[in-house]
């Protein structure tokens, strides 16, 4: 592969080869002030790249170090309500895949469907629901493209995550997340149903970039910030401006604990 953002990327930072890709959703952008000496590129600067268009979601590659791991920390994503295409984030994955990396961190703020997930709890998803059955492989060929979604959240990330949050004291619960096309919020009859099918919790993203990660054999871990309870389920008004204000709250500890458990990782 050698793609314009490839040979942007290498004039940037000459030789960097990280291992880890991050993708920061809504409340996680807090994860870069762990990133020790930092590379900042403008998505602008790399052709293929999401310009930013979601309120809370930065637009910037961020190259350097976390404890041990180099990473490349993705400060905003393409979701598929924003064209209708849900591959926007294959040529940014296939990009960090080919620069090094063999993990892929997933970040998202995601609404409960169960009272003991409340606002403000973190989530690490175990396995997901693609509700709008959309995938972002369509047009691959050959059989690499029927991809085996069994533990597509790698069970050694799961575990490793859920024994670093032990180590910090937090809480971090494990759950199905369900993929919702947006950007319409849920009807509450929409989160009763999705409740009925075995959701934890409900969110516009991350579901695609796992597809297109496991095509790409990256190990996966995904981490949901709850931001409010589904529709029907509390008395709030539920908005993007009240997603943002309650992943403000919590973003500190969350980005916190993340950067413990991605600088922690022990790679071949």
């Given at each position: 592969?050698?793609?314009?953002?490839?040979?942007?990327?290498?004039?940037?930072?000459?030789?960097?080869?990280?291992?880890?890709?991050?993708?920061?959703?809504?409340?996680?952008?807090?994860?870069?002030?762990?990133?020790?000496?930092?590379?900042?590129?403008?998505?602008?600067?790399?052709?293929?790249?999401?310009?930013?268009?979601?309120?809370?979601?930065?637009?910037?590659?961020?190259?350097?170090?976390?404890?041990?791991?180099?990473?490349?920390?993705?400060?905003?994503?393409?979701?598929?309500?924003?064209?209708?295409?849900?591959?926007?984030?294959?040529?940014?994955?296939?990009?960090?895949?080919?620069?090094?990396?063999?993990?892929?961190?997933?970040?998202?703020?995601?609404?409960?469907?169960?009272?003991?997930?409340?606002?403000?709890?973190?989530?690490?998803?175990?396995?997901?629901?693609?509700?709008?059955?959309?995938?972002?492989?369509?047009?691959?060929?050959?059989?690499?493209?029927?991809?085996?979604?069994?533990?597509?959240?790698?069970?050694?990330?799961?575990?490793?995550?859920?024994?670093?949050?032990?180590?910090?004291?937090?809480?971090?619960?494990?759950?199905?997340?369900?993929?919702?096309?947006?950007?319409?919020?849920?009807?509450?009859?929409?989160?009763?149903?999705?409740?009925?099918?075995?959701?934890?919790?409900?969110?516009?993203?991350?579901?695609?970039?796992?597809?297109?990660?496991?095509?790409?054999?990256?190990?996966?871990?995904?981490?949901?910030?709850?931001?409010?309870?589904?529709?029907?389920?509390?008395?709030?008004?539920?908005?993007?401006?009240?997603?943002?204000?309650?992943?403000?709250?919590?973003?500190?500890?969350?980005?916190?604990?993340?950067?413990?458990?991605?600088?922690?990782?022990?790679?071949d």
């Amino acid at each position: 592969m050698n793609t314009t953002a490839q040979k942007a990327l290498a004039a940037w930072a000459p030789g960097f080869a990280p291992r880890v890709a991050v993708v920061l959703g809504s409340g996680w952008g807090g994860l870069t002030a762990h990133v020790q000496n930092p590379i900042r590129i403008p998505y602008a600067e790399l052709q293929g790249f999401p310009a930013a268009g979601v309120a809370g979601h930065g637009g910037e590659l961020w190259l350097g170090h976390i404890g041990v791991q180099a990473v490349a920390v993705m400060s905003g994503r393409k979701h598929g309500y924003e064209t209708g295409a849900v591959d926007g984030m294959k040529l940014p994955l296939q990009v960090l895949q080919a620069m090094g990396c063999q993990i892929l961190v997933q970040t998202n703020a995601a609404g409960s469907l169960r009272a003991d997930l409340p606002p403000q709890s973190l989530m690490a998803i175990g396995d997901h629901l693609n509700l709008p059955q959309r995938s972002p492989l369509v047009g691959e060929a050959g059989s690499a493209r029927f991809v085996n979604m069994v533990d597509a959240y790698d069970p050694g990330l799961l575990a490793h995550a859920h024994a670093r949050a032990a180590e910090q004291g937090c809480k971090l619960h494990t759950g199905v997340y369900a993929w919702a096309f947006g950007p319409q919020f849920e009807t509450p009859a929409e989160i009763r149903m999705l409740s009925l099918m075995g959701a934890d919790a409900v969110g516009m993203s991350t579901v695609p970039e796992t597809i297109i990660a496991r095509h790409l054999g990256l190990r996966v871990l995904a981490l949901s910030l709850i931001t409010n309870m589904g529709a029907g389920m509390s008395q709030e008004h539920l908005s993007h401006a009240h997603t943002l204000s309650q992943a403000a709250t919590a973003s500190q500890s969350a980005s916190a604990l993340l950067a413990h458990i991605i600088g922690t990782l022990a790679l071949d």
